[in-house]
């Protein structure tokens, strides 16, 4: 099992920039995908960005692609999330969360954090 907690979350303009970030404590995290998911109020939990803790290797949902980079410091334990050009629609509680490689479900889940973008 992971230990996740967020931190970064807040309320910015359109347009502004925000920095999400989850650390990460347990087991080795080398063998762990990380990913960063996100809920706005009414709708279901979406995918939002992922990367391999070993290799570094991203993936990104295509509405914020260009907009949104993943990154992990290794020594840190950490996975950060770099939000740029925000939009009102990207308001949501973020959560990060950590998934086996190789398997599809992400077990450990973090508390979340809102993020809250005005107009």
């Known amino acids: 099992q992971v230990q996740l907690a967020e931190s970064g979350g807040g309320l910015v303009q359109a347009g502004g920039s925000l920095r999400l970030s989850c650390a990460a404590s347990?087991?080795?995290?080398?063998?762990?995908?990380m990913g960063w998911f996100r809920q706005a109020p009414g709708k279901e939990r979406e995918f939002v960005a992922s990367?391999?803790?070993?290799?570094?290797?991203?993936y990104y949902s295509a509405s914020i692609k260009g907009r949104f980079t993943i990154s992990r410091d290794n020594a840190q334990k950490t996975v950060s999330l770099q939000m740029n050009s925000l939009k009102p629609e990207d308001t949501a509680v973020y959560y990060c969360?950590?998934?086996?490689?190789?398997?599809?479900?992400?077990?450990?889940w973090g508390q979340g954090t809102q993020v809250t973008v005005s107009s």
């Open positions: 990367i391999t803790w070993s290799a570094g290797y991203t």
């Open positions: 969360a950590a998934r086996v490689a190789g398997t599809l479900q992400y077990n450990d």
């Open positions: 347990g087991r080795t995290l080398s063998s762990y995908v």
